[in-house]
């Protein structure tokens, strides 16, 4: 090594390089080295052209087996014919099951918050409704589900509909398929037969010989909404105001049961969203001008006002005359027939699986509420 080095020291020139005994450890030290340059540059581009267009976050949809398709679609179908024949109670009961089987136990626990459980509940909800209009997904090619709840295309690889600021901190690029989604689209893929079934038509009932409307087009946005809270607490504290005063009304709030108590607030709704339906349809018509509905004024001396009792099972029923017996059976609530004879259209937000989401969400917290001012 000391004469090599000596040799190192002596080197002037070239020509004393290539005749010293360095010169083949330089060749070697050059070779190998361009081999890893090389190598380095070929590993990067590859990674580039593997990944161009790609967003890692993205799950592609990974088939469903067939023999569970056929069986969510068995179900997806009984919901459907509920969802056509307006039988809303036990769609949403049928529902929300449904969606932990089939989507959310593959989804995992953590995957979706609980605004996001709120979002995606109502999406599904939305996209069933799509479905037994016998509308088809024109603008999807697969579904999944993205971490703020919203239904997607992950072939596409748009991030999401993040439109609202307080959403842009969650992670809205990655998605996840489920055996649901992979079911919902073999029912509304544009190739595949139209869904369809023979029902009468019934209050809150899906009509799909109705004109077609924007609900019905798809677009690659559709299924991405997010939930709003926006007339839900105005509503709860509405029926709050209703059945917390004074008078017959307060026997609603002390008799009925809290499970029953909860029936009631559905069933009010329910009862309110078939007068908003009415009075859509009488707008539409012409019937019923913008003026004349600002104007009207319920008036309980008219000979068409509209009298209802409530059940101890929390359902409210129609009645001609009160049974002013000694039968305890049934209560009444002018404040409740004052609303029910209003003319009025709800807000388009006040749907009744985001009415339902909202009252499981917060009914326990409304009825401790309500215990304590009665109290």
């Not at 509940?121 to 090619?141: Q, W, Y």
């Not at 369809?196 to 019905?216: G, H, L, M, S």
């Not at 008078?247 to 002390?254: S, V």
Request: some cysteine.
């Amino acid at each position: 090594y000391a004469d090599l080095k000596d040799q190192l020291m002596n080197i002037k020139s070239w020509n004393d390089y290539t005749e010293s005994d360095l010169h083949p450890y330089g060749l070697i030290c050059s070779i190998l080295s361009c081999i890893g340059i090389t190598y380095m540059i070929l590993a990067g581009l590859s990674s580039i052209f593997l990944s161009s267009g790609i967003d890692t976050n993205i799950t592609l949809p990974i088939p469903t087996n067939p023999d569970l398709i056929i069986e969510i679609e068995e179900v997806l179908g009984k919901l459907i014919d509920l969802r056509k024949n307006g039988n809303m109670k036990e769609y949403e009961a049928f529902l929300s099951p449904s969606m932990e089987k089939y989507c959310l136990h593959h989804l995992g626990n953590t995957y979706l918050n609980l605004p996001s459980l709120e979002s995606f509940h109502m999406n599904v909800a939305d996209m069933i409704s799509f479905i037994a209009r016998g509308n088809k997904f024109t603008e999807h090619t697969s579904l999944g589900v993205n971490q703020m709840g919203g239904i997607i295309d992950p072939s596409n690889g748009r991030p999401g509909n993040h439109h609202e600021a307080n959403w842009e901190s969650v992670s809205t690029v990655n998605s996840k398929p489920c055996p649901l989604l992979d079911a919902l689209y073999q029912l509304g893929a544009a190739d595949k037969k139209t869904y369809t079934v023979n029902v009468e038509t019934k209050p809150d009932t899906v009509d799909i010989n109705t004109e077609k409307k924007w609900e019905d087009t798809d677009y690659e946005t559709r299924f991405d909404q997010r939930y709003s809270w926006k007339n839900m607490e105005e509503f709860l504290d509405l029926v709050f105001q209703t059945v917390s005063g004074s008078g017959e009304c307060l026997r609603i709030a002390k008799e009925l049961s809290k499970d029953n108590m909860k029936s009631f607030i559905l069933n009010f709704y329910e009862m309110a969203d078939l007068i908003g339906r009415e009075i859509e349809k009488e707008r539409e018509s012409g019937e019923l001008s913008d003026e004349e509905l600002d104007a009207y004024r319920v008036d309980p001396k008219s000979n068409n006002f509209r009298k209802y009792v409530i059940g101890r099972e929390g359902t409210i029923y129609e009645t001609d005359v009160y049974d002013n017996s000694d039968n305890d059976e049934y209560l009444k609530c002018q404040a409740v027939e004052l609303v029910l004879n209003d003319k009025f259209v709800l807000d388009e937000n006040l749907s009744y699986t985001n009415v339902k989401i909202a009252i499981d969400e917060k009914f326990n917290e409304w009825y401790q509420k309500l215990v304590k001012k009665i109290q």
